[in-house]
């Protein structure tokens, strides 16, 4: 799609130096140019509501930090480590690693890098599950009363209700949820629900 759009700036720009446009115009079709760029390279990540869309996208992308994300969400966990050596971008890395921690039950590992993390709602909610896992509900609460992101309060409502032995009212509102969402945050819940859903 992003070569599209590069083969229309072109098209419309030498079009415009035939006609003599104005400058400003010009600067007007570049700042369109870069702000539908970059849509199309979110959308997918925050809109999407076809999950396997959003899949596809992250398979193809030649993004390591993407690609982590589809072997940790559908592949084998020793992939995911695999592609996680290849994130040179530290953030994304760090990321990576509190996510592998997690669902490896490395609760020392995941709080020591946390502790040395910019706050954001991603590092409170991961900060929250290993309070919880730990029994610290101070912390716990602490740390779920900060988060600004709803759909993190969800999730960490309803692995409160799973713990409980409420697993059918967990789903239910993690159903609920999933209509709402879109991108990585709809992949991400309906990983949660096959977590959740009993084995035949």
């Not at 480590?81 to 760090?94: G, M, P, S, V």
């Not at 996510?99 to 929250?128: H, V």
């Not at 239910?172 to 709402?180: N, S, Y």
Request: charged share 25%; glycine share 2%.
């Amino acid at each position: 799609m992003i070569w599209i759009l590069y083969l229309m700036l072109f098209i419309l720009s030498f079009t415009l130096s035939v006609l003599g446009a104005q400058t400003w115009v010009f600067v007007t079709l570049l700042v369109l140019f870069v702000a539908s760029s970059f849509l199309a390279l979110l959308y997918p990540l925050m809109w999407q509501k076809d999950a396997e869309k959003v899949k596809r996208y992250l398979l193809k992308s030649k993004q390591p930090y993407h690609r982590f994300l589809y072997a940790f969400l559908y592949e084998e966990e020793s992939e995911a480590e695999t592609r996680l050596t290849k994130i040179k971008q530290a953030q994304a890395r760090k990321y990576a690693e509190i996510m592998l921690y997690t669902q490896q039950e490395r609760w020392d590992d995941a709080k020591e890098l946390l502790k040395n993390m910019k706050k954001s709602d991603l590092t409170l909610y991961y900060s929250a599950i290993v309070a919880m896992e730990e029994g610290r509900q101070a912390d716990y609460e602490q740390h779920k009363n900060q988060l600004k992101d709803p759909h993190y309060v969800t999730w960490l409502t309803v692995e409160e209700l799973r713990r409980n032995g409420n697993k059918n009212q967990a789903l239910t509102i993690l159903e609920k949820q999933i209509k709402t969402l879109g991108g990585l945050k709809l992949l991400s819940a309906l990983h949660y629900k096959n977590k959740l859903q009993p084995t035949n």
